[in-house]
């Protein structure tokens, strides 16, 4: 077993050194950057089998820059704010539709001595998934997926903005972020310490007490400007093929497997906290919080993968989360200085 954050960043000398056949990656950009470089093998024969076990939307995530088909979607899970039922009840708080209500929430829950914005970002990535919502957001769904791609530049008014809306929610954030883990954040949830907090619904793995589970809810992060909340935050985890294993016959079966509903129920059986991506899955076990996760995505307009899935690997890693670790820790954030570094690493493709 690899650890997660150390396998996603040793991916390319993995891929180019002996890997398995079948491996588990993120659909996007993450998949199409190593299509792109030849490293994976195509599987159109399996989404020949599978194909109509999924929506057009899990296709699209699915396919290679040369239009063929390398991804099988297992899972996804959607972003949002999570908080305890019992606590919100307690002190009568309601579920903000707006952003202006969120920081009104925000300043009520400080008042009543509880740190607002459950955070944490040692790690680096979840901070992410803030820009990312802020960004679509404010500016839409197609802008999250064109600055990602550095089809629009750093450098301009919309991004500033994304980061002014941010700063005033900054104070109401845990200071304690940077020195913390998710894990850490979810358990300063679970004690009451925290309101709410922003992650993907794998924070729930965390809940081992099924009475605290059962007292978990979350709300779509609010409408700002555009689009209200039509795009949901819901990376996409599944299998690739690795182009040494493109001739296992065995490996495209399972792949094959993997794409039906027996083999996601399956799946689920062990980790409820993701929401299986092929039609049929029985969603009669499925607690509220499952249902209402799974009706989130499914009732979305628009999906996006998380910034380090949607944004070239070294824009992610090498500027990305540096720079908001650096704003989280002062506010501060230059523009610029992102789209120089974003202009040299998407030149260097």
Known sequence: MVPHNDFQNKINSYLQGSPDDTFTWFAGYRMQYYAGKGLLAPIDDVWETIGGNYSDALKKASTGPDGKMYFVPNYNYPWGFFYRKSLWAEKGYQVPETFDALKALATKMKADGIIPIGFADKDGWPAMGTFDYMNMRLNGYQFHVDLCAHKESWDQQKVSAVFDTWAALLPFQDPAALGQTWQDAAKALEAKKTGMYLLGSFVTQQFTDPAVLADID??????????????????????????????????????????????????????????????????????????????????????????????????????????????IKDGKIDVKNLEAQAKTLYAAQ
């Open 218 to 327: 979350f709300f779509a992060f609010p409408e700002i400007a555009m689009e209200g909340r039509d795009a949901v935050e819901a990376p996409i985890d599944g299998l690739l093929l690795s182009k040494k294993g493109g001739d296992n016959k065995a490996a495209r079966d399972f792949m094959a497997f993997l794409g039906t509903a027996e083999a996601q129920d399956a799946y689920a059986a062990v980790d409820a906290s993701n929401i299986a991506t092929a039609k049929g899955t029985d969603t009669s076990k499925f607690s509220p919080l499952n249902k209402k996760c799974a009706d989130t995505i499914a009732d979305a307009k628009y999906i996006s993968q998380f910034f380090d899935r949607d944004a070239l690997p070294a824009m992610a890693n090498n500027v990305m989360i540096p720079a908001l670790q650096s704003f």
